[in-house]
């Protein structure tokens, strides 16, 4: 066998051949990419690796969870014989003390002439915002948590239809109950920080940002092609 003199393998690692060079770059972009899909030599994939998979189910667990509480509160509402015709004298009850005086005015110009209609709107938009919520933990399960077809695009526009709303529909329960900007109360220890109301609104707008991404990111993508035409 022959021998390799030292000057000429101290050159050959300083000045390594292209077809070298660009065989070892290869093996570190396969290498990278196998770590990160968990396939490097056969082998389980890193525990600093999140798989994108575990992320897709913990949201779409949260989202399940979220539509099945809008659900049992449609439900509750349409079922009830009283809802309709209670919510005038609940909605009057929410104003006397509200120290959300815009939303007061608000309340007895529009809601209270019109409490038959507002009920209505309530429980199917309840009900509506329950269903998005589920359509969104279905595509979370499907793996189209990027839509790229179509039916998933439809899907996750409708899913951000469902989160403005609740996000809505939740700011407006909170300041009715009288709530203003969440913060520091000494005054009153033994309740919760945030109302569930409120809780659930900053969910939803949070949830409203990671469906909006892939949107933001198509239209990116569409703007940098008509540019470079």
Do not use: C
């Amino acid at each position: 066998m022959a021998q390799v003199h030292p000057l000429a393998r101290q050159a050959q690692a300083e000045h390594p051949h292209p077809l070298a060079r660009q065989a070892q770059s290869g093996q570190t972009r396969y290498g990278l990419i196998a770590a990160t899909q968990g396939r490097l030599h056969g082998g389980a994939a890193p525990l600093a690796v999140v798989r994108p998979q575990a992320a897709a189910v913990g949201l779409a667990i949260v989202e399940a969870l979220i539509g099945y509480e809008w659900l049992l509160s449609a439900g509750n509402k349409m079922l009830s014989s009283s809802f309709s015709s209670g919510l005038a004298q609940q909605v009057k009850m929410a104003m006397s003390g509200n120290p959300n005086s815009w939303w007061v005015t608000l309340a007895k110009s529009l809601v209270l002439p019109h409490t038959q209609l507002f009920a209505v709107l309530v429980e199917v938009g309840e009900l509506l915002v329950a269903l998005g919520f589920f359509a969104g933990a279905v595509l979370w399960l499907s793996g189209s948590w990027s839509p790229v077809q179509r039916w998933a695009r439809v899907i996750n526009l409708g899913v951000i239809g469902a989160l403005i709303g609740g996000a809505l529909m939740t700011a407006n329960y909170y300041v009715m109950s009288g709530a203003t900007l969440p913060g520091f109360d000494p005054s009153n220890p033994f309740n919760e920080g945030l109302s569930i109301d409120g809780l659930l609104m900053f969910i939803a707008l949070g949830l409203l940002a990671v469906h909006m991404t892939p949107v933001w990111r198509r239209q990116i993508s569409q703007s940098g092609r008509q540019e470079g035409r």
